[in-house]
């Protein structure tokens, strides 16, 4: 499943991550690609045209596979994690506010370049 609109495909979103298990249909997927799209448009202050076939410049799918691949990785958006073996403890950390409660979705400085 894909969406024409998308600057990204699911498979560019599996080269991304590295992750070969996520579906062809998975619509939480589709949807982190619709999102790493808008936010694409909404940084750049237009919507780029898609040529024959629905192909957009290489540029523009690796930003979008990007931004998208770290929200499937780190959907709660957590910033750090530590993990000790004895006594057994374990902690994650979030981010608070807006400049960093969007973290995995957010375009980072050498993709707005």
């Known amino acids: 499943m894909s969406d ?9 979103l599996a080269a991304a991550t590295g992750d070969a298990d996520i ?7 589709l949807r982190l690609i619709q999102f790493a799209s808008a936010k694409i448009d909404e940084y750049c202050g237009q919507t780029f045209p898609t040529t024959d076939g629905g192909t957009v410049p290489l540029i523009i799918t690796s930003v979008c596979a990007a931004v998208a691949g770290r929200a499937w990785q780190n959907p709660g958006g957590a910033q ?6 004895g006594p057994y403890a374990f902690a994650t950390t979030f981010g608070s506010g807006q400049s960093t409660a ?3 979705m ?3 400085a050498s993709e707005k370049d």
Request: proline share 11%.
């Open 4 to 12: 024409p609109n998308a600057y990204a495909t699911i498979a560019d």
């Open 23 to 29: 579906a062809d249909d998975d619509p939480i997927a």
């Open 80 to 85: 750090s994690t530590s993990e000790t073996s």
């Open 102 to 104: 969007s973290v995995p």
């Open 106 to 108: 957010a375009l980072r």
